[in-house]
Nanobody, 123 residues
Framework: QVQLVESGGRLVQAGDSLRLSCAAS????????MGWFRQAPGKEREFVAG????????YYADSVKGRFTISRDNAKNTVYLQMISLKPEDTANYYC????????????????WGQGTQVTVSS
């Protein structure tokens, strides 16, 4: 069982930077691939970034490539999403998720989810 708690979301202006954190419980965090997803009102949940368990191979949605960076600290059981050059279209509730296989871009293939953290980017 893995419990995930996201934090760091807030209201920012376009062009600002923000770092989201996802703290995980459990002693086997390092064996999980982690993903960040987001969901805006009226839209489906979409893949943003993912990081594999070993080695740390990263994946990104085209819309965030070059602006977002996913990383993990297995000693702290935490995964991060560093976001720069934020745009109004990045506004969404951001979720982290975990699965015990390779990174997937499909939300349905993740076993554990956090409650989400809201990111709002004003123009």
């Amino acid at each position: 069982q893995v419990q995930l708690v996201e934090s760091g979301g807030r209201l920012v202006q376009a062009g600002d930077s923000l770092r989201l954190s996802c703290a995980a419980s459990g002693r086997t965090f390092s064996s999980y691939s982690m993903g960040w997803f987001r969901q805006a009102p009226g839209k489906e949940r979409e893949f943003v970034a993912g990081i594999s368990w070993i080695p740390d191979i990263t994946y990104y949605a085209d819309s965030v490539k070059g602006r977002f960076t996913i990383s993990r600290d297995n000693a702290k059981n935490t995964v991060y999403l560093q976001m720069i050059s934020l745009k109004p279209e990045d506004t969404a509730n951001y979720y982290c998720a975990a699965r015990q296989r390779t990174v997937s871009r499909r939300p349905s293939e993740y076993d554990y989810w956090g409650q989400g953290t809201q990111v709002t980017v004003s123009s």
